[in-house]
């Protein structure tokens, strides 16, 4: 069992003196000079007996002290996710080369990353769909994230080509509630709906800048430690997975009263 499975099955009780008693015994090492040099085995066996009988008297102490510390990483890591998407505002909000859905003049602007096979892509496709009719100030901007395998690098390539005959949008929009693999016919068939020319789609779709945008979104992925798709960016806010149409206004909302 890990130390933080371990923490959360333990039961909540009052604790009257032990956590003090455990914090004095931890710092007895650096409060005092004398303590400045390794501890001997008897000092060392003589903490670890404190320690061990505070968190017998009250084994909330452990769950607490687990809680403290993942508080404080997840702290950390927003504080760094704000600083990334902070210095690579540009690249997010400014490329021309990215699709842009909703109001182009928006007053908040979403930045989603996806991968057209990722199934949480899906089910957040329809929400964002809603939260855009309901939300005239919003602009979102598509980043192509193909991290899914071949199937899913050639499906992006497949939508940039689309891009340059403005088509884009009712492409993305077939392939992300498609339930099926997106084959090459598929993708072809899918083409000839949305009116399309895929013999241009094709040679568009081998063209190196398509392979430089995917690699530039990638990169800017990178480098806001984004870990999977879907992955939004709402204001100075990382969103990673699917999350429900009222977390999203409520994410809006926040953006709107601290601009920039």
């Known amino acids: 069992m890990t130390l933080t499975r ?3 099955a333990m039961p ?3 604790r009257p003196w032990c956590t003090p008693l455990l914090l004095a015994a931890l710092a007895l090492p650096l409060a005092s000079p004398a303590m400045a040099q390794p501890l001997s085995p008897q ?4 903490v670890v007996e404190v320690v061990r009988d505070a968190l017998k008297r009250d084994p909330t102490i452990l769950r607490d002290a687990v809680a403290a510390m993942q508080q ?10 704000r600083s990334a998407i902070a210095a690579h505002r540009a690249a997010l909000l400014e490329d021309p080369a990215d699709p842009v859905k909703g109001n182009p003049r928006g007053d908040v602007t979403i930045v989603e990353f996806f991968d057209v096979r ?8 329809p929400t964002l769909e809603s939260l855009l009719r309901e939300d005239e100030g919003i602009r979102l901007v598509l980043k192509d994230l193909p991290v899914l395998g071949a199937a899913s690098v050639t499906a992006s390539r497949a939508l940039l080509a689309a891009q340059r005959q403005n088509k884009y949008l009712p492409l993305q929009d077939a392939l992300m509630r498609l339930r099926g693999e997106p084959t090459e016919a598929v993708l072809q068939a899918e083409a000839a709906r949305a009116g399309l020319d895929w013999a241009q789609m094709q040679r568009d779709m081998a063209d190196p800048a398509t392979e430089a945008k995917l690699r530039s979104n990638l ?5 806001l430690s984004i870990e999977g798709t879907p992955a939004l960016v709402i204001g100075g806010t990382l969103v990673p997975g699917a999350v429900d149409l009222a977390t999203l206004k409520a994410l809006v909302a926040e953006a709107r009263r601290k601009p920039g």
Not at 118 to 123: A, F, I, Q, S
């Open 6 to 8: 371990l923490a959360a």
């Open 12 to 14: 909540s009780a009052p």
């Open 43 to 46: 000092q060392r066996a003589e």
């Open 72 to 81: 404080a990483q997840q702290q950390d890591r927003e504080s760094s996710q």
């Open 118 to 125: 990722c199934g949480y892509c899906k089910v957040l496709h």
């Open 219 to 223: 990169d800017l992925a990178r480098a």
